[in-house]
DNA sequence: TGATCGGAGATCATTATAGTCTCCGATCTT
DNA sequence: AAGATCGGAGACTATAATGATCTCCGATCA
């Protein structure tokens, strides 16, 4: 349950491995293409290009076209956050169908329902927890954040 | 992104009104059928039956069957944790494909993978989330409890 | 100019989800 | 004992999401 898309999957190891070697000792600032990503990770070329073209979109990363084309992070480690990563693939966070509902447009449920508002509070915690983690994290940095559960603020029946 | 399906929904919002009606201050004790809750928040009748027959398998409500039969809860709202009830219905918590991975069947990217480590804190993390907030929780209820970050725990490359 | 790159679109197979239908057995009421 | 009311269990269907593939295009650099 609960589990993220092979798509998101590929997204975190391609930007992951973007950051290593932009970032890297060995060889800063290098542009990485799709090829190399793919035979890396053992992840479908094609697939990965979406991914990454997505990923683009969303301004995460830069292209460059042409030969010695490829792939830079649009900004540095610390300011891409796992919640972005994931949303720019999957869409907004969302644990119940209900969670980005317009006005006017009521679930079946919702005259009744009562787990709506302590959903959301679960919620709201677990975009606390992707949105104060980034790529930085992901590669050895260890910033110090605290979050609450949402029983911890109080839920209203 | 990371929604959780409406047979969980339906689960939460049968659960909740299981535990209102057998623990509020109307009608102490009754016992609850399937129709009840379906007309009662929308439901597809059948649909709710099996979801319903899961819980109980799960041993989070027992069963009476028979006219005048129904559902009540297996035990009190604080020790039936949100986590259970998403878990009887959807399988156990994993963000990625990997999380329950057995020994030897490694995922096609694992060789290579430096993003599994730091998800499964997340996933920690969110499993800390649902296992601290209970059916109680739903019902106005408000424990205390904090959790950390996955990045307040230091992530290993 | 042509090989190498990303951009974009359609397409397809597989799986998960949501929902339905049917039959069965248990139990309570009369 | 009979019939209505309940849950238990299985097969079944339709639709949507996912994962993956294919094709063609434009940009760029040697």
Redesign the pocket.
Known sequence: ?L????????ALMALQHIAVVQFGDVTPGR???????AEEYN?????L??V???L??HALIE?????????LLARRTHQITIAQILES???PLGIT?CSHEKDGELC?QRENCHIRTPLLKVQDSIAQLLNNMTLQDMMGGTPLITIQSPAAQGVER
Do not use: R
């Open positions: 349950m589990k993220i898309s092979k798509k998101a999957d590929y542009v990485v293409n799709t090829k190399e990503i992840i479908p070329l094609e697939l290009a979406k990454l073209q997505t683009a979109k292209s460059h076209n042409g030969p010695k084309g490829g792939y693939i999957e869409g169908d079946m």
